[in-house]
């Protein structure tokens, strides 16, 4: 075991910060979800996208043949580290392409999709954005439970029904969906398939939903007699449960490192923030009750560290991880909380500002933070949901479903 990165992972790091010094020129950066939300935050990020691809970094990890540069994983790792500590936008366009998508078809996919959407996500090019439906009205937790129907006819499939909560819907080219092929199983988790949608087929309604920040990152979906042509149907028919586990792996893993590298740098704030800032006489530093909460956090952030670095050796030793990304990914969503909560208490009214008012501290990160951590809690599969994934592959539990 070896606690160090190699140089040529310290010179990439180099490299990241000084391409984030110079492309985001002292901009207080919007990145992750909310960047899909205003035209001008999208149209900024997309162009990051488009530095990132010929920098060779966005989806560096990835094999040659599909754009990619075929670096290490732990390459990859700093490199999303890097790129969440400075905020850089754009690299996730829209997270399931770069985040899920493109794994899962060199996995699963067929050799035309291969061709077709792989080496496009990894051009950074708006055509490689896409968003992924699986949620329902009806359907969350309770994921298998999918009624949106996808019926054969001929070579297409003709898909009705609803979607809610679809990231990045509004700015996407493609869908990654599940929907159920045969509706006569005795098992719930049978009869679903995964396909691709094109966003632009006719019979498809996409309706904002504004979350309580007044940010635009999810919509409602609607199918009304969409053609789908059955070479878009990803893996096997009526297995795409399994394939979605598999997906659903690579979905709560790439958010450890991305969450470890813009934690370490509001935890960093945080630190200077209270040996710059005085209360009654003295500075906040010297106060012990806030020194506690601030080594707490500093704690967890190491935890995180290391629970991502081992994900990462896993994965480039060929492993696939699946309850360590549920560990990760609950982990995560309770840090996360915490630090946002310690951050509040730190910074107190300054906190209940709008992150652009003068009056804002350590540049609304805190806020920010505070208004988007329940979300994140839920996003990818509530914490509920990870424990029970733990309990049936950690310890062995009967599964909850
Ligand atoms: C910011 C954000 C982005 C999202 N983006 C997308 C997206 O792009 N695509 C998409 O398809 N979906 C997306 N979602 C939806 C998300 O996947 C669902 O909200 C999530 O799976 C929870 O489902 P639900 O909201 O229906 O809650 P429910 O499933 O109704 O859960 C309600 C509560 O009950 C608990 N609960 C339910 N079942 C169990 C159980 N078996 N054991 C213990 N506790 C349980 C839950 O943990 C939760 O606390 C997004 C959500 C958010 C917040």
Redesign the pocket.
């Known amino acids: 075991m070896d606690f160090k990165f190699s140089e040529k992972e310290e010179r990439l790091r180099e490299e990241i910060r000084r391409f984030a010094r110079v492309e985001l020129a002292g901009r207080n950066t919007i990145a992750g979800?909310e960047e899909e939300s205003s035209d001008e935050d999208w149209e900024f990020a997309m162009s990051m996208s488009r530095r990132l691809a010929q920098k060779g970094w966005l989806t560096m990890a990835w094999p040659k043949e599909y754009g990619g540069q075929g670096a290490s994983f732990f390459e990859q790792h700093v490199y999303v580290d890097e790129a969440s500590y400075w905020g850089i936008p754009g690299t996730s366009m829209g997270?399931?392409g770069i985040g899920w998508v493109g794994l899962s078809l060199m996995l699963f996919g067929s050799d035309e999709q291969k061709k077709k959407y792989i080496p496009l996500i990894a051009s950074g090019d708006p055509d490689g954005v896409w968003?992924?439906?699986?949620?329902?009205?009806?359907?969350?937790?309770?994921?298998a439970n999918i009624q949106t129907r996808a019926v054969k006819s001929g070579d297409e499939y003709i898909l009705n029904g609803q979607?809610?909560?679809?990231?990045?819907?509004h700015r996407a080219r493609w869908c990654w969906m599940?929907v159920r092929t045969d509706a006569n199983v005795k098992k719930k988790q049978h009869g679903i398939s995964l396909m691709i949608v094109d966003m632009k087929s006719p019979g498809i309604t996409i309706k904002p939903i504004l979350?309580y920040a007044g940010v635009h990152?999810?919509n409602e979906f609607f199918l009304d007699n969409v053609r789908v042509p059955v070479t878009n149907l990803v893996g096997t028919e009526n297995r795409g449960w399994y394939h979605l586990m598999q997906s659903l792996a690579f979905e709560r893993h790439s958010m450890a490192p991305q969450f470890f590298g813009s934690a370490r740098r509001i935890l960093e704030y945080i630190v200077k923030y209270v040996r710059e800032t005085s209360y009654n006489g003295k500075p906040l530093a010297s106060d012990p009750v806030i020194r506690n909460k601030i080594a707490e956090r500093a704690i967890e952030l190491d935890t995180l560290k290391l629970f991502g670095y081992e994900i990462t050796w896993k994965m480039s030793r060929g492993v696939i991880p699946v309850y360590e990304a549920a560990r990760n990914k609950a982990y995560c969503d309770f840090f996360m909380q915490r630090l946002a909560t310690t951050g509040t208490e730190i910074i107190g009214a300054y906190s209940q500002v709008d992150m652009t008012s003068r009056w804002s501290r350590i540049l609304g990160l805190i806020t920010r933070l505070y208004l988007?951590f329940?979300?994140?809690s839920?996003?990818?599969?509530?914490?509920?949901?990870q424990?029970?994934i733990i309990g049936q592959f950690k310890l062995g539990l009967p599964r909850?479903?």
């Open positions: 979800m997270v399931s968003c992924t439906a699986y949620s329902e009205p009806n359907a969350g937790s309770d994921f979607k809610i909560w679809t990231s990045c819907a599940a979350n990152i999810f988007m329940p979300g994140l839920i996003a990818a599969g509530t914490d509920e949901v424990k029970n909850a479903y």
